[in-house]
């Protein structure tokens, strides 16, 4: 793995060849945003049933057959920690570690420079401790047909739409509403240029190919996949594994 200290990584492990013929994927998991709401607890490496929040999200791609290299994206703060992390937990898929930017937007395009070679890659909030394999995988099946894919859930709540003082101009169909999430699965010379002419706030990576006129194809993720961003957020990730760990033992014991 390799550490990015200023605009140019210096390599000191080579990354990952795939095999001739096959396409190589790559993934930027971005985790250099403030842990503003979470009080005293840095949520990256926050506890989830023994397990820390990062540690758990890279897993899922260590263990995605499709992925060739994965890179993180953190803040200063929280830069050898990680890199840390990541030694400890052999996660050997990781091949460059570098700095983020003030905006999640200026983060992902920190990431997606250390990147070369790649025909697919995979964007996903390094504080969705509970994406899966499998969901990865889905998202880059959706995307090989359309060239980009976002994993999201139905709405389940009926929205209002306001006028400035907040009297109700109109109900829309919550049936064409999801709710996005992470991961994007995007052809990397696409989201390339359109990160390279984007303009004003983003919030996510989706719409900048929205804005070029590029189909996006949404697919199903899963209401487990919550992004932490708040002590509650914290409490709700520790049933969900807890969870996900009876789910396993049953299974184990038929």
Same mark, same amino acid.
């Given at each position: 793995?390799?550490?990015? &200290?200023?605009?140019?990584?210096?390599?000191?492990? !080579? &990354?990952?060849?795939? &095999?001739?013929?096959?396409?190589?994927? !790559?993934?930027?998991?971005?985790?250099?945003?403030?842990?503003?709401? /979470?009080?005293?607890? #840095?949520?990256?490496?926050?506890?989830?049933? @023994?397990?820390?929040? $990062?540690?758990?999200?890279?897993?899922?791609? #260590?263990?995605?057959?499709? +992925?060739?290299?994965?890179?993180?994206?953190?803040?200063?703060?929280?830069?050898?920690?990680?890199?840390?992390?990541? #030694?400890?937990?052999?996660?050997?898929?990781?091949?460059? %570690?570098? %700095?983020?930017?003030?905006?999640? =937007?200026?983060?992902?395009?920190?990431?997606?420079?250390?990147?070369?070679?790649?025909?697919?890659?995979?964007?996903?909030?390094?504080?969705?401790?509970?994406?899966?394999?499998?969901?990865?995988?889905?998202?880059?099946? =959706?995307?090989?047909?359309?060239?980009?894919?976002?994993?999201?859930?139905? $709405?389940?709540?009926?929205?209002? /739409?306001?006028?400035?003082?907040?009297?109700?101009? &109109?109900?829309?169909?919550?049936?064409? /509403?999801?709710?996005?999430?992470?991961? @994007?699965?995007?052809?990397?010379? $696409?989201?390339?240029? !359109?990160?390279?002419?984007?303009?004003?706030?983003?919030?996510?990576? !989706?719409? $900048?190919?929205?804005?070029?006129? =590029?189909?996006?194809?949404?697919?199903? @993720?899963?209401?487990?996949?919550?992004? +932490?961003?708040?002590?509650?957020?914290?409490?709700?990730?520790?049933?969900?594994?807890?969870?996900?760990?009876?789910?396993?033992?049953?299974?184990?014991?038929?």
């Amino acid at each position: 793995m390799s550490q990015q &200290s200023g605009k140019n990584a210096h390599k000191t492990v !080579a &990354s990952p060849q795939p &095999s001739r013929g096959r396409e190589r994927v !790559a993934a930027v998991v971005v985790a250099a945003g403030p842990s503003v709401r /979470m009080g005293s607890v #840095e949520k990256l490496f926050a506890d989830i049933d @023994g397990v820390p929040l $990062l540690a758990r999200t890279l897993a899922a791609f #260590e263990a995605c057959p499709a +992925i060739h290299e994965v890179v993180v994206v953190a803040n200063e703060e929280n830069l050898t920690r990680a890199r840390q992390l990541i #030694e400890e937990r052999g996660l050997r898929k990781v091949t460059r %570690l570098c %700095l983020g930017g003030v905006r999640r =937007q200026d983060s992902v395009w920190e990431g997606l420079q250390q990147l070369e070679g790649c025909d697919w890659v995979v964007i996903h909030d390094g504080t969705r401790p509970f994406v899966t394999a499998e969901m990865i995988t889905q998202g880059l099946a =959706q995307a090989r047909e359309h060239g980009a894919a976002i994993a999201a859930v139905p $709405l389940r709540d009926t929205v209002k /739409m306001v006028n400035p003082d907040r009297l109700v101009r &109109s109900t829309p169909n919550r049936n064409d /509403m999801w709710v996005v999430q992470t991961p @994007g699965v995007f052809r990397f010379d $696409l989201i390339v240029e !359109a990160y390279r002419h984007t303009f004003g706030e983003v919030t996510d990576d !989706a719409m $900048l190919l929205e804005r070029q006129g =590029q189909p996006v194809r949404v697919y199903p @993720g899963s209401y487990d996949n919550v992004k +932490i961003t708040t002590p509650e957020d914290l409490e709700a990730a520790q049933v969900i594994a807890r969870r996900g760990q009876a789910a396993e033992k049953r299974t184990g014991n038929q």
